[in-house]
C-alpha cells in the first residue's frame, strides 16, 4: 500500500505522461512489481486545465485532486498536506514534470517497506545516478553548491533530492514540519529521527513540459531553510557561526567609517571611537532580523538601546587594545588595521555571550 504524493503548480501538461507512467511502472496487474497505491496530486490553485484533466485521469488511474485555497503558494506546504490526506502509511513524494523516474519506485520501497526507520531517497550523486548533461554550466553549479551548503546537516550524498519515501508513522507530530520554500525532503531528514538514508541512483531527466519554477525568491527561501535547520540541528554553535558571520559584514561598515572619518579630519583614535556607532546599528538590526530572528522581539529603541550598552563593554576591550597597540608597539601603529582586527576579536566571543543571555533572551517563537 503506497501513497504517492505530488505537488503541482502550472502541471497539466505533465500529469497524463506522469500517471500513465507510474501505472506502468507499479499498477495492478503489473508483471514485475505490482502495487496497491493512490496518487495525490496536490495543486497550488493553478490557473491552468489541472482540474480538468485530473477529472479525466482519476476515472483511469487511482488518483485523486486536493487543492487548497487562503494560502500563499508553497510546495512544501503542499507536501505536508498530501502527506495528511494520505490514506497509506508509506508516503512517496515526487515532482509532476517527469524529472524523477517511476521505475525506481520499487527499488525504493523495497528499502522502506518492513523499516519504518528508513528514508529512501533518489539519488543522482551516488554510483549508478546522473543528472541531465544538457545543464548549463551555471545550474550545474548552483545545484552542486547548494548540495554543498546542505551537505553537514543529513547524511546523504544528495540531500536536495525531492525524490524520496518514508513511513510517515515515523513523522510523529508532523505540525513540527517547519519547511519554507520547495526543500521538503531536506527538511524531513533533518527534524525527523530516521535510522538509517538509503540511496538509490536516479537518472535525473530535465522537464520537456511546462516552465520551471526556480527563481532568485526561491533560491532566498532555500538560504532561509537553511539557516533554520542550522539553528535546530546545531542550536548555539549555528548561531555563534551565523553571529560571527553578521560581525564581520559590520566589521566592513566599521571599516569604512573608520576611513571615512579620518578623510574629512579625525585622528584615528577619535575615528575609531566614531565609527562604533554606524556598525553597531548595522549589527543590531542584522542579529535582530537573522540570528536571533526566530526568538520573540522586544521594542526596537529598547532592544537597540540594551545591544548598545552590551556592546559598549565589549568595545571597551575592542578600543582599548587598539589604542595599547598602536601607542605602544611601532610595528601595530605602522599596521593600524591589525590592530582594529586584534580589538574586534577580543569583543566577539563577549558580544556574543552578551546578546544571547541579555539582549536577545526572549524565549524563541
Known amino acids: 500500500m ?12 505533465n500529469l497524463p505522461l506522469l500517471a500513465e507512467q507510474i501505472h506502468a511502472c507499479i499498477g495492478i496487474g503489473n508483471a514485475e512489481a505490482s502495487v496497491d497505491y493512490e496518487l495525490i496530486v496536490v495543486d497550488d490553485m493553478s490557473p491552468d486545465d489541472t482540474v480538468e484533466v485530473c477529472g479525466r485521469l482519476s476515472k483511469t488511474y487511482p488518483l485523486k485532486l486536493l487543492r487548497r485555497e487562503g494560502r500563499s503558494r508553497d510546495l512544501s506546504l503542499s507536501v505536508i498536506d498530501g502527506i495528511e490526506a494520505a490514506a497509506n502509511d508509506i508516503v512517496l513524494v515526487m515532482d509532476a514534470d517527469l524529472s524523477h523516474p517511476p521505475k525506481e519506485i520499487a527499488a525504493m520501497l523495497e528499502k522502506v ?22 545543464w548549463s554550466l551555471w545550474r550545474f553549479l548552483n545545484s552542486h553548491l547548494a548540495a554543498f551548503l546542505a551537505r553537514p546537516l543529513a547524511q546523504c550524498s544528495d540531500p536536495m533530492s525531492g525524490f524520496f519515501m518514508f513511513n510517515r508513522q515515523r513523522l510523529g507530530d508532523i505540525t513540527k514540519l517547519n519547511p519554507i520554500g520547495y526543500k521538503i525532503g531536506l527538511e524531513i531528514m533533518v527534524r525527523v529521527n530516521f535510522e538509517v538514508i538509503e540511496e538509490v541512483p536516479i537518472s535525473f531527466k530535465d522537464r520537456e513540459l511546462g516552465a520551471s519554477k526556480m527563481n532568485f525568491d526561491q533560491q532566498w527561501k ?3 531553510h537553511l539557516r533554520r535547520l542550522y539553528l535546530f540541528k546545531f542550536k548555539g554553535w549555528a548561531e555563534f557561526v551565523h ?6 559584514s559590520g566589521f566592513v561598515i566599521d571599516l569604512a567609517f573608520y576611513y571615512l572619518f579620518q578623510a574629512v579630519g579625525a585622528n584615528h583614535i577619535l575615528a575609531r571611537g566614531l565609527s562604533f556607532w554606524p556598525a553597531v546599528s548595522w549589527n543590531w538590526a542584522l542579529n ?4 536571533f530572528g526566530d526568538r520573540a522581539r522586544r521594542p526596537k529603541m529598547r532592544q537597540w538601546f540594551e545591544f548598545v550598552i552590551s556592546s559598549l563593554v565589549g568595545f ?3 578600543w582599548g587594545i587598539y589604542v595599547m597597540l598602536t601607542t605602544t608597539i611601532t610595528f601595530f601603529d605602522q599596521y593600524r588595521l591589525l590592530a582594529l582586527v586584534a580589538g574586534v ?5 563577549f558580544n ?4 544571547t543571555l541579555f539582549v536577545y533572551n526572549d524565549k524563541r517563537k
Not at 529512501?120 to 546522473?130: E, H, K, L, P, T
Not at 553571529?243 to 564581520?248: D, L, M, Q, T, Y
Open 243 to 248: 553571529f560571527g558571520a553578521v560581525g564581520a
Open 316 to 318: 571597551s576591550f575592542n
Open 352 to 355: 556574543f555571550t552578551a546578546s
Open 113 to 134: 517497506a518492513g523499516n519504518e526507520g528508513a528514508l529512501a531517497v533518489g539519488s543522482r550523486y551516488i554510483s549508478g545516478g546522473s543528472f541531465d548533461r544538457d
Open 288 to 291: 535582530r532580523k537573522t540570528t
Open 2 to 13: 503506497l501513497s504517492i504524493v505530488v505537488p503541482t503548480f502550472m502541471e497539466a501538461d
Open 345 to 349: 576579536a577580543s569583543a566577539s566571543l
Open 222 to 224: 532555500y538560504l532561509r
